[in-house]
């Protein structure tokens, strides 16, 4: 006779394995080659760079995400900050610069105000957050098939911290 779960078991991977796996997926992710060669593989460098500054704008609209959710729910801030800081560091992984690669000195937009609708609870603005990283986790992932060696592992390994990150959102405690 099979022996009941308790009502605390979760389905689904553990915290801590998300996490060694995030941990992985940015040791890959700093482990790419700054000198522009994107392997054996092919992908003409005008796809190539297409590519790479598509990556950089969705990831500092995620970042300006963060950053909004963060201004309507400073309780969250100790929850969100390890994960805008990653994707931060995704948007220089694939070639952003100075201010517009979403550092801390930048702004949720021009105007001061965000340009993202945040909900009013923090269960809701979790829930939108998570979702808008499990989109662009697929998009990436979708993307894959068509890009050269070394830059699709690069969007694979931001693609899996995107999922992880619209796990933890979620299910897991960030």
Known sequence: MPLPLSPRARSGPRRRTLLASAAGTLLLTGCTSDDGSEGATGGSPAAVQRVRARAV????ALVERYDAVLAAHPALGERL???REATVRHAKAFGAT???AGGPSASPSASGAPSVDVPRDEKGALAALASAERALADRRAA?????PGELARLLASVA???AAH???LTEGQA
């Open 57 to 60: 704008v969705d990831s500092r």
């Open 81 to 83: 900050r390890p994960l």
């Open 98 to 100: 100075g201010k517009g």
């Open 143 to 147: 993307a894959l098939l068509e890009l």
């Open 160 to 162: 899996a911290a995107g």
């Open 166 to 168: 619209a796990f933890l």
